[in-house]
């Protein structure tokens, strides 16, 4: 029933926040350095889409912004297809999930 989700470390219910759509931040106070060079690229749209953010100041400063007007701020194309390219990469919800993984080892 929450209008937003703030995460305050990387972990899997950042994924379920977003491939659920549901309006979702985060805080990472120690950047990005946690992640490989591959990886940091896709989650530096999310920093670009203002979903991450590496200090509480810059994240408190963007909910105050945005809370009244969550919604439309969230479902910004730009934003959905940034958010919808990140799941389909690290969350994607196959629905035929052990054939997938049957073909996935296979290769």
Do not use: M
Not at 35 to 52: F, G, P, Q, R, W
Not at 58 to 63: D, E, N, P, T, V
């Amino acid at each position: 029933n929450a209008r937003i989700i703030v995460h305050c470390y990387d972990s899997t219910g950042i994924l379920e926040t977003l491939s659920a759509n549901i309006p979702t931040f985060a805080y990472f106070q120690n950047g990005l350095d946690h992640l490989n060079a591959k990886t940091k690229k896709s989650y530096a749209k999310l920093v670009d889409a203002e979903i991450i953010h590496f200090s509480s100041v810059s994240l408190a400063r963007k909910i105050n912004e945005v809370y009244h007007c969550i919604e439309d701020w969230w479902n910004e194309r730009e934003r959905q297809e940034i958010v919808g390219d990140f799941v389909k990469k690290y969350a994607n919800k196959e629905r035929r999930n052990i054939k997938h993984l049957v073909k996935i080892l296979n290769q």
